[in-house]
């Protein structure tokens, strides 16, 4: 499989990149928002560089979702919302651990949802987060909670019962993903590029606004597109701590040999810039 960029990590980009950004550092603890610096012409080009060699590569991508099996999502991919199909699927499936009266009320609810146009926002996507400490964001809680995503827990509202019995169907997970860059439609110009220098400049700069990306593309991911499926709570015991540092560690001595290794990789830079 190929490498992958991941997007919090600028120890990713290739070492010309990297002696770009250093020549920026000045910047970086000036200023908290990358924002601050796009007037800049000098630094334009180079986010334009970077941006166009991040969408030119493949890049890591994180799915939270619950898997009704293991090994489901390895042997079958992940495929685009489709509300309709969650549904028949989730009631064809599992309608033996419903009671006929849970069964009558789910059928129901989702018949009357379906055709009342409340069309979810995620329809014919498959979103991810781009960077992984989003996985722990508020907003990835209900996929880890209730199986099926919003095709199945939105006609409930805040309906307990309902979404008490989803609950009980499949493990949180979330699928690690590699794929084009190109291939995921995001919502800001620059955006890879705004989400991985973010990260370098946190790392000189407590203060650092660091860009959070999320993205989503419209196709089917094929199972030889799937790094690897983990269980919720092994992906934050493995992920979290690095993440948590490179969130946090600004000015600290883990930060000092993350820059130093940046330094390594890096010609030295002389300019004042």
Known sequence: MDVAIRLDDPLSLPKHLLDAVRQFDSQ???AD?????????????????IETFLRGNNIL??????EICPGYFRE?????????QHIN???KHFHDKLTPEQFRKFKTK?????????IPNREGKIWFCLSPYLVKDSGTKRFFSYFGGEALYGPFGQEQ???EILKEFGNPVVVKVIAPASDFKVFHQYAFTRDIISHYARLINPEYHIYSVEGYFSRAVRPDEIVDVYDKEVFWATFWPEIEAILHFAGSDAARD?????GCLAAPINSSR
């Not at 079958?76 to 309709?84: D, E, Q």
């Open 28 to 30: 970086f603890r000036s």
């Open 33 to 49: 928002y990358i924002d601050n610096l796009m007037d800049d012409s000098g630094f334009l080009i180079f986010v334009e560089e």
């Open 61 to 66: 991508a994180y799915h939270c979702t619950k």
């Open 76 to 84: 079958k991919g992940l495929r685009p919302l489709n509300a309709r």
């Open 89 to 91: 699927e989730f009631l």
């Open 110 to 118: 989702c018949d009357d949802w379906l055709t009342s146009e409340t």
């Open 161 to 163: 019962e309902c979404l």
């Open 258 to 262: 993350r820059i130093s290794m940046i």
